[in-house]
Nanobody, 122 residues
């Protein structure tokens, strides 16, 4: 059973960088043909697919966030991370990490973390 757990600060100031880490257990992020994915859900809105990293380290981002988003990994710790720069209050959301079989589909995943709320506010 694969488990994912998000961690990171719950409050970020505008213009700063949001940094979250997803710790994976029960499976390696370097094996299999999966997309290790970040998804978010702003208050009152639907899920938004943000980006993903593959078992080989290739990264993919949604075009609207590409200039501000970076996804990386630490294979020794079996973790992957999200950095979102220049945040505004519109980036306030619950952030999820997930293992998905394909790109770009926020509702399609094999496993997902419980989510971590992040508020952008001064």
């Amino acid at each position: 059973q694969v488990q994912l757990q998000e961690s990171g600060p719950g409050l970020v100031k505008p213009s700063q960088t949001l940094s979250l880490t997803c710790t994976v257990s029960g499976g390696s992020i370097t094996t299999g043909y999966y997309y290790w994915t970040w998804i978010r859900q702003p208050p009152g809105k639907g899920l938004e697919w943000m980006g993903a990293i593959t078992n080989s380290g290739s990264t993919y981002y949604t075009p609207s966030l590409k200039s501000r988003t970076s996804i990386s990994r630490d294979t020794a710790r079996n973790q992957f991370s999200l950095q979102l720069s220049s945040v505004t209050p519109e980036d306030t959301a619950v952030y999820y990490c997930a293992r998905a079989p394909r790109l770009g589909q926020p509702h399609e995943y094999d496993y997902r973390g419980q989510g971590t709320p992040v508020t952008v506010s001064s």
